[in-house]
């Protein structure tokens, strides 16, 4: 059983908005990433040209923001040849970047648990021709330190993005959490060689040792980490006003070391020092406590202007600004253990093709894992990301949210993002266009109210429909799964109608020895519902994919708990551009 602080809230650090382009005179000298809100790291044959007034970074994922003027404050004492040790420099913006900073993993990340499985490793850089940058996708060659410096890089597959210049000084990220393991320092030079070498993270600190406070301990989980990362970055964009040595102090356990005698000077310190100073079997849980109270901190922020404004002076909540990843999953014509999988993320109303193949079904939920962590760097930092899943009928009621959420963490995905279900019938013109008149309809609506499909004695299909269609309607909530034989043709009726937005329990009620449950007190179907209609009646339609998330990670965090196997069925289509014909789809993608 997880504790309900296991939720791994997806960070900006996988957004790449703290990627930089290191420019001289204007001109693209090289690669760089934001390691604290005021340092860039690159490296030092990247500015070594250059006149200490005219560096400028810029920060590529952020369209419109201007260039920040930079100056180098501190080297590694490269000697100017390839071989040189020490090909690393330290920038210092003019002023604090709009952005929050990388995140680095652990040491020895980079290699993977096994030597047969080894970790796939993203690179963004600006060679010619792609000034607003591009990937390229490595692994380590082995473990071992050449010339006790560098590790060797090679191509994940034959025929990728090769290292070139521009790549220079980019962070080496794994490719599942977005967290920096190294920086490209060169590439092998030969015509059609994809090799390449990186300076892994603790070979920087030895020549910046400002570093080592900033590379967590391998003691802590990589959705621990990502949690409290998205937390602070929460907090600081909130204004968050709290005593960051206090805050520590509450969650330190008795062996944990005291917080430093000069104290923090923001909560990214303190958060820092709790990943990156606290080590060993307790560290799990000095994480979550510190992470907890801040939550708390911050759930308190939210709730103070409506707990003390009167009614009339308060705003109304302001509705999420969903980006979506859909995952799209079809039968494959290549025979009955093939699946077609296409994914894709939604952003700025634009669709960015991500993936698409036919994978064995053994395989689908590691392609998965893959995609969605590739499209999140689509998505604009700070929004608010929805997993959508787009399904064929007979596999509606497939448990996606129960996958976990990445190789190295077992989280449920539907507890970590919100994650909402789709039927492929509804993603037809016509349903579009009857679903777009319904949402602007519910957009005037405080709450959710349930049309209950009961076990007993249901009404009949075509009345459903007719109801389901009827200006008021908004959520048709089932006591049984979709495969139960007596409510199929309700079930069908309800996403054909189409009901905006079909609710059930894949646990739902279920006929006994004695024949057809007929509803009454000990159905499992009606306290689902009961208690359903009880959560959302003040939750706008919205915002239900947020409350559905929240209902998860209270059932995996509590045995028996009555939201465990929920699906939700929510497809607004403002929110997704049009699948027909979208002109705006990306033509080249620099993943592929």
């Not at 996988?14 to 934001?34: C, D, K, P, T």
Request: hydrophobic share 40%; with cysteine; charged share 25%.
């Amino acid at each position: 059983m997880k504790s309900p602080a296991s939720r791994a809230t997806h960070n900006a650090s996988n957004s790449a908005a703290w990627h930089a382009r290191i420019e001289s005179v204007g001109q693209v000298a090289g690669a760089g990433f934001l390691i604290t809100p005021r340092k860039v790291l690159t490296c030092a044959h990247v500015v070594r040209a250059s006149a200490p007034d005219a560096l400028t970074v810029t920060f590529t994922e952020r369209p419109g923001s201007p260039a920040v003027p930079a100056r180098v404050v501190a080297d590694g004492g490269w000697g100017g040849r390839v071989t040189d040790l020490g090909d690393l420099a330290v920038l210092e913006l003019a002023h604090d970047a709009p952005v929050a900073p990388a995140a680095l993993a652990p040491v020895d990340a980079a290699h993977g648990d096994r030597a047969d499985r080894p970790r796939k490793l993203v690179v963004y850089g600006f060679p010619v021709g792609f000034d607003e940058g591009t990937l390229a996708e490595f692994r380590v060659t082995s473990a071992q330190l050449l010339n006790n410096e560098w590790i060797q890089l090679e191509a994940w597959q034959p025929g990728g993005q090769p290292l070139a210049p521009g790549f220079s000084g980019a962070a080496v990220t794994l490719v599942d959490t977005g967290e920096v393991v190294g920086m490209v320092t060169a590439a092998a030079g030969a015509q059609g060689v994809h090799n390449g070498r990186m300076m892994p993270t603790e070979v920087m600190s030895r020549y910046w040792p400002d570093l080592e406070g900033l590379v967590p301990t391998s003691d802590h989980r990589t959705a621990d980490r990502a949690r409290l990362r998205a937390l602070v970055e929460r907090a600081v964009r909130a204004g968050l006003d709290c005593d960051p040595v206090r805050l520590y102090a509450a969650a330190a356990g008795p062996l944990d070391p005291s917080a430093p005698q000069e104290g923090f000077d923001s909560l990214w310190s303190a958060a820092l020092f709790v990943l990156c100073e606290i080590d060993g079997a307790d560290a799990a849980a000095t994480v979550a406590r510190f992470a907890d109270r801040l939550e708390s901190l911050l759930e308190e922020l939210l709730r103070a202007p409506a707990e003390h404004e009167p009614a009339a002076e308060r705003e109304p909540a302001v509705a999420p600004d969903w980006s979506p990843i859909l995952v799209d999953l079809q039968h494959s014509g290549a025979g009955d253990g093939q699946v077609l999988v296409e994914v894709s993320a939604y952003s700025g109303g634009r669709r960015h093709p991500v993936g698409s193949d036919t994978v064995p079904q053994a395989r689908v939920r590691a392609y998965v894992q893959d995609r969605i962590e590739a499209a999140f760097r689509y998505l604009t930092p700070g929004c608010d990301e929805l997993i959508a899943f787009a399904l064929p009928r007979d596999w509606i009621d497939l448990p996606v949210d129960r996958w976990a959420s990445a190789p190295d963490d077992d989280t449920p995905l539907g507890c970590v993002y919100p994650l909402v279900v789709t039927d492929q019938a509804r993603r037809r013109a016509g349903a579009r266009h009857q679903l777009t008149r319904a949402w602007n309809r519910l957009d005037t609506l405080p709450g959710v109210r349930v049309h209950r499909i009961e076990c007993g004695a249901p009404e009949e299909p075509p009345r459903l429909r007719m109801r389901l269609r009827k200006p008021d309607a908004c959520l048709a909530g089932f006591a049984t799964a979709p495969a139960a034989p007596r409510t199929r043709p309700h079930f069908d009726a309800s996403l054909t109608a189409p009901a905006p937005v079909v609710v059930w329990s894949r646990g739902g009620c279920a006929d006994g020895p004695a024949g057809p449950c007929a509803g009454g007190d000990g159905c499992a179907g009606k306290t689902f519902l009961d208690e359903l209609d009880a959560c959302v009646s003040a939750v706008p339609p919205a915002e239900l994919p947020r409350r559905i998330l929240a209902l998860r990670e209270e059932a995996d965090a509590e045995d028996g708990h009555w939201a465990r196997d929920i699906q939700l069925v929510w497809d607004d289509p403002r929110v997704f551009a049009d699948p027909h014909g979208d002109p705006s789809a990306h033509v080249r993608s620099p993943v592929a």
